[in-house]
């Protein structure tokens, strides 16, 4: 019999920088093959036989009423099949669809349009060229009505109803008032304080632009009933449960396979008309169709992020900080589709107190329509923590501006200490663990805090502009418990499933879906640190909603606290009756048995063992089971979060201004994350990176603004700037370790939190920059060279 | 995918061809070289020609030489090719400082200088920098040769004095001693068109400026000639008050439009801040040159 | 028209209408739809390949006019199952996530080294500033790209030692 030692692998518990571990580590991706020989299967690569092309016509107008819609001239096309207007939905009951919020979208325009680049008509022809020509041959007669741009005046009383479809809806007004935390309390506070700052702080609307748009291809066989789908998107199972609800059919004869994606940042979470379409255009046509948006329909028209308007107030007593207030107008644009979980109609917002021991804080959020695109979706935030993040470490900095403080000393005084752990902040969450002073710490050894502002002081003598900006966040991300979470009903929890085969190897299936996150490579690693099977045997599966099991999907960085919680817990149970196996093997009793990666042992006699391979064989053999044992060595589970995991972290950016032309060079950018345990270092890096230069672009040039007549200015990249390689500096990551104590692996989600904490430093630095010299003492997102030259004239406006 | 209408093809294979297939296809001809003006505008459907004519194979309107007192560049000479010449970049530096923040480096690969300066953009790079070093153009038709001016050149926005069944086929520019040139351009980021940028050029003689050649991109309808700062630079030593002198006739004489880019106030400033900064940069390779 | 253009070695020969973008032509003809296309308006650089050896934007040239040129595309760097240092430093340096820019980076990436196989971190980021890649901020792909220098630099001495 076998002694159960591998010759040719440790068994001992690799390093975590180990080239090739079993378990946590720095393993290079498995799904990188495909890709870089240009051989990874997104959307548009796919071809299915008889397949038809759809292109969507979209309002010129951000307001306008539908006198009619002529489809004859685009019908008399050669090419083209079909044209697709409200009137055909109508009579196939999917006119409208409900959104994530529990609102409603038109899925294409009937009575009026409601903002630039709404769905009015889909042509559906052989080819995309001609479907792109036919859309020039539909002529649409509109009646142009004033807009609602301005978040701040949607709810004036002559302000036109742009909701008009909805019964009893007689203003702007998209939801009720919603609050968090105690009012009292916080006035208590304020009058308490001997320092107090205000600000208005506008988080502007961005958009996540994954490289690779939006699009999907809808297959319906009519003599089946199946509907098979071929989407990239952040949440297929959830997508299945909507389209069954929408369009009337058997959710178990719809299939969707999410293939490679492109990026998705929260952009891809949304179920969008150009679907729908796409799905009834397949039933009316019987053939395949694909629809693809091109980039400034993906611009103008599919869920944009943040538009926050917010007032904030803070105070401090005795150098600390004690309360916050703050009032925000949440600009949800045409239909509130806003991504977040049903409970929570401003997200995560009231995460607002930050890492701070506050005595009160008070939170209101309302929401307004405007004549814009629908949204909001997180971009790559979970659920509006990145608004809160950026207006209270702003906040911070304006309180500590107003007390002549060091911004690094005022959040070390006022964190919440390490021995407060679990923590229930003023708002109600409970923070799970953490030290912010040494994670604050290891960011000011990193970047030479005392040294950069001896460099500052001596470059302002000489006339240079040289600003040192800081933010520390914590975020609250893995939603969620099922007892406080769901969408549209649905619990925001997620399945594993693990197949252990004869030969050893595993398949496991996870419910989230990569969009270049690295799922395939370290969910293998997770079955590999809990099983001891080398990652390259355990094959990830995951993006098809026929081989996977339910959940809610990626997004709000939930894949490693709620998926990846769910392949721990899964490879738990395999390695639970793999010891019930191996008693029967080892002829000892399963509590005699000690377990170590990759093989059971007799406790006392090491080389008594086997390995978790044999155990597998044995488990399909004809061999010996325990008794009443059925064969196999397979388990499922539904993970159910007992809480958010509480990552944070904290961030310096050192920014140079050039004096005459404004213009904003980040030099360096230094952030130090604990996200508690890493499975595999190399890919959270890789995260952080991409979330840095994220924030990059959001505090410098990402924006989407609109003129008075609501025309989107920024619809295609000429217009909505993101940062190259020359704008993003060498970014400096440091690490500490705060383990999460009830995520099975300690592990904290990440994927958000450099998006989340790195807008807020690097516009405290430019502050920081300006303060002394010009006297600046606010500017709103993002600092482009005019809007900081602005500033720098005593003249900061908010973005339009 | 944004695609554009239909249209016919035809490749040139001589710049009599080019002429010819032009004047068959009428007013819905145009040239294709480089194609990153006019593809784009075509996927947009904002431009919809009916008739193609691609340049791209006539290498005879490749090149960069010096011919006597002026140094000649063939209308299809790529961007990537001007950044790179070394002969340009000792004559004329304010090459390579524009085409270092012209688009990015895989569009050089493809755009040209005669594109560039046809499509007449007033953000755009290269028609100030010919302006500024008093380039003319050379314009071919059925009937023969004309040589413009880069002051005639700009009709109007995105006009220029090429007719139908024209064709620009070489820009000169005349070298002369004690020449120092530069480009200065402010931009939202790397490989944006300009919020403002400044071409400057001046000819050192004895110590004094004997003539200077300055335009302005993107603060106006089309490049912008500053006259008036050239005719305040002439026979007077360069100076940086002199510079900044120039600097605030440039922000007086230029008429920006407000946009995304920046309101009218900060285009004007930046006039001014790049005119000083260009004539500085000229000034110091100017008189560079005349120790060499 | 006919169009006949050389990719990958390959002579592909199709009638096309003048209007087809040059990145249709390789992604349907060939069927490569290793290169894609992420904007319209030649911003983003995902469906760069080479033509000469020169890095050109598929997106923005019609294929009427790659005829007579070679075309190259990521599916042609990895030879007789030897991976290009380019793919191979992406993979080491971890310069990809979700891999939809990595085409047109290594394209990029690749035209930058046959010209200068000793390229700066400056260098590296102007040659690949028409590319945008949303996921990995750029560090990894400007260390990918150096990472194939050096190795591409040692390949060549061992050869001639």
């Not at chain 1, 096309?77 to 979208?105: F, R």
């Not at chain 1, 995460?351 to 929401?367: E, N, P, R, T």
């Not at chain 1, 793999?578 to 406790?603: F, H, N, Q």
């Not at chain 2, 100076?239 to 920046?262: I, K, V, W, Y």
Request: with cysteine; net charge negative.
């Amino acid at each position: 019999m076998s002694t159960g030692v591998r010759d040719t692998v440790e068994v001992n518990l690799p390093s975590r920088d180990h080239e090739r571990p079993i378990g946590f580590g720095r393993l290079k991706r498995k799904e990188d093959a495909r890709f870089i020989r240009g051989k990874g299967t997104y959307l548009d690569d796919i071809r299915l036989p008889g397949m038809v092309h759809g292109a969507m016509l979209r309002s010129p107008f951000a307001h306008a009423r539908i006198v009619s819609i002529d489809t004859s001239r685009a019908l008399a096309h050669p090419n083209v099949a079909a044209v697709i207007t409200a009137k055909d939905l109508e009579t196939l009951g999917l006119a409208w669809m409900p959104t994530i919020s529990y609102d409603t979208q038109a899925v294409l325009a009937g009575d009026k349009v409601r903002f630039q680049g709404q769905e009015v008509a889909f042509v559906i022809a052989t080819d995309e060229y001609s479907a792109n020509d036919a859309l020039s041959l539909i002529d649409v007669e509109y009646e142009p009505l004033p807009a609602v741009v301005n978040a701040r005046k949607a709810l004036d009383p002559d302000a036109p109803l742009i909701r008009d479809d909805k019964a009893g809806q007689r203003d702007n007004l998209a939801s009720p008032l919603w609050e968090a935390g105690d009012q009292e309390a916080t006035d208590r506070a304020f009058a308490e304080a001997d320092t107090v700052v205000t600000r208005d702080i506008i988080y502007p609307r961005c958009h996540p632009a994954p490289l690779e748009t939006c699009g999907m291809i809808a297959d319906f066989n009519p003599e089946t009933g199946q509907l098979d789908i071929y989407n990239g998107n952040q949440a297929p199972h959830a997508h299945r449960t909507v389209y069954a609800h929408v369009a009337g059919l058997a959710e178990h004869m719809i299939r969707i396979r999410c293939q490679d994606i492109g990026g998705g940042f929260g952009n891809k979470v949304p179920v969008y008309p150009g679907y729908v379409c796409a799905i009834a255009g397949s039933i009316v046509a019987g053939v395949p169709v694909k629809w693809v948006e091109n980039r400034t329909e993906n611009l103008v028209s599919t869920g944009f992020a943040r538009d926050y308007v917010m007032h904030a107030e803070m105070c401090s007593k005795d150098g600390k900080i004690t309360g916050l207030r703050v009032d925000v107008i949440a600009d949800h644009g045409a239909f509130d589709s806003t991504a977040q979980p049903t409970k929570f109609p401003a997200g995560f917002f009231h995460i607002v107190c930050g890492s701070y021991d506050l005595q009160a804080s008070h939170v209101q959020v309302k929401a307004v329509y405007t004549n814009k695109a629908p949204g909001g979706v997180a971009y790559r935030c979970s659920f509006r923590i990145t608004e809160a993040v950026y207006l209270v470490e702003r906040m911070v900095d304006a309180l500590a501006l107003e007390m002549k403080a060091d911004p690094i000393e005022l959040r070390m005084r006022s964190f919440i200490a390490p021995e407060q752990f679990p923590y229930e902040t003023t708002t109600g969450w409970t923070y799970d663990s953490g030290n912010y002073a040494e994670t604050m710490r290891v960011a000011m050894d990193i970047a030479g805090y005392e040294e950069l502002r001896r460099e500052q002081a001596e470059k302002r003598a000489r006339g240079e502009l040289m600003g040192i900006g800081v933010s520390f966040f914590t975020e609250g991300v893995g939603a969620g418990p099922r007892k406080h979470m769901d969408i549209l009903g649905l619990a925001m929890n997620d399945g594993a499933d693990l197949r252990i085969h004869p030969s050893g190897k595993a398949v496991v299936s996870i419910s989230a879906q990569t969009q270049g996150q690295g799922h395939e490579t370290t969910f293998a690693q997770i079955v590999a640190e809990e099983l001891g099977i080398p990652p390259e045997d355990v094959e990830v599966r995951h993006g098809d909603t026929d081989r996977s099991p339910y959940g809610l999907g990626t997004y709000g960085s939930r894949s490693t606290p709620v998926s990846g919680g769910a392949v721990a817990i899964v490879s738990r149970k395999v390695r639970d009756k793999a010891r019930l196996i191996a008693s029967t093997m080892l002829e000892a009793r399963p509590e005699d048995l000690a377990w170590e990666k990759g093989r059971w042992y007799v406790k006392g006699d090491p080389a008594k063992g086997v390995l978790i391979e044999e155990i597998a064989e044995r488990a399909y053999s004809g061999g010996e089971l325990p008794e009443g044992m059925e064969g196999g060595l397979d388990a499922q589970v539904i993970y159910d979060p007992p809480n958010l995991t509480y990552p944070y972290g904290a961030y310096i950016a050192v920014v140079d201004i050039d004096p005459d032309t404004a213009e904003v060079k980040v030099r360096r950018f230094i952030a130090v994350d604990d996200c508690g345990v890493r499975i595999n270092p190399m890919v959270v890096e890789g995260q952080i990176h991409g979330g840095l230069a994220e924030g990059v672009g959001i505090a410098l040039m990402e924006v989407i603004t609109f003129d008075d007549e609501g025309n989107c200015l920024n619809s295609s990249f000429m217009d909505y700037l993101i940062p190259t390689a020359l704008e993003c500096p060498d970014f400096e990551l440091g690490e500490t370790v705060t383990p999460c104590p009830h995520h099975p692996l300690g592990a904290k989600g990440v994927g958000e939190s450099p998006n989340v904490g790195s807008p807020p430093a690097i516009v405290n630095a430019v502050i920081d920059a300006l303060h002394v010299t010009h006297g600046v003492d606010h500017i709103d997102m993002p600092c482009t060279p005019a809007r900081v030259w602005a500033a720098m004239q005593g003249r900061a406006e908010p973005p339009q | 995918m944004q695609t554009p209408a239909a249209f016919d093809y035809e490749r040139a294979t001589s710049v009599e061809g080019v002429i010819a297939s032009l004047q068959r296809g009428g007013a819905g001809a145009r040239v294709i070289a480089g194609g990153h003006s006019l593809l784009p505008m075509m996927k947009l459907r904002l431009a919809n020609p009916t008739h193609l004519v691609d340049i791209n194979d006539l290498k005879e309107l490749q090149y960069i030489r010096e011919d006597g007192s002026e140094i000649r560049i063939g209308a299809l000479t790529r961007h990537v090719d001007l950044e790179k010449s070394e002969l340009l970049a000792r004559r004329f530096p304010i090459f390579r400082d524009a085409e270092t923040v012209i688009a990015d480096p895989v569009v050089r690969n493809r755009g040209t200088i005669g594109g560039s300066l046809c499509q007449a953009d007033a953000s755009e790079d290269l028609s100030a920098v010919c302006s500024a070093l008093k380039a003319s153009v050379v314009i071919r038709g059925a009937t023969g040769e004309r040589i413009v001016s880069m002051e005639d050149f700009h009709v109007g926005p995105y006009t220029t004095a090429v007719g139908d069944a024209e064709l620009l086929t070489e820009i000169r520019i005349p070298v002369r001693a004690g020449c120092g040139s530069a480009h200065e351009k402010v931009e939202r980021r790397a490989g944006d068109w300009a919020i403002a940028a400044t071409s400057a050029a001046v000819w050192l003689e004895g110590g004094a400026i004997a003539q200077a050649g300055i335009a302005l991109s993107a603060v106006g309808l089309t490049t912008i000639h500053l006259t008036r700062a050239e005719e305040l630079l002439r026979g007077k030593a360069p100076t940086q008050e002199l510079f900044a002198e120039a600097g605030e006739l440039a922000s007086a004489d230029c008429s920006p439009t407000a946009d995304g880019r920046g309101p009218v106030d900060y285009k004007r400033h930046l006039a001014g801040v790049l005119t000083a900064r260009a004539l500085a940069r000229a000034s110091a390779r100017a008189q560079d040159q005349g120790v060499a | 028209m006919n169009v006949t253009i050389d990719i990958n070695g390959e002579t592909v020969s199709r009638e096309i209408e003048p209007r087809l973008l040059l990145v249709h032509f390789i992604r349907d003809t060939p069927g490569l739809t290793g290169t894609h296309w992420g904007c319209d308006t030649s911003n983003c650089g995902a469906c760069v390949v080479l033509l000469d050896g020169s890095p050109v934007k598929s997106c923005t040239m019609l294929a009427a006019m790659a005829e007579g040129h070679e075309i190259r595309t990521v599916e042609s760097l990895e030879r007789d199952g030897d991976l290009d240092p380019v793919q191979q430093g992406f993979h080491e340096l971890h310069a990809l996530q979700c891999g939809f820019c990595t085409p047109g980076m290594m394209m990029t990436a690749r035209g930058l080294l046959d010209e200068n196989p000793d390229p700066t971190e400056a260098e590296i980021r102007t040659a690949i500033s028409g590319g945008i890649c949303r996921c990995t901020g750029y560090k990894n792909i400007v260390a990918a790209i150096r990472w194939a220098a050096d190795h591409e630099a040692a390949a060549k001495q061992g050869v001639s030692a």
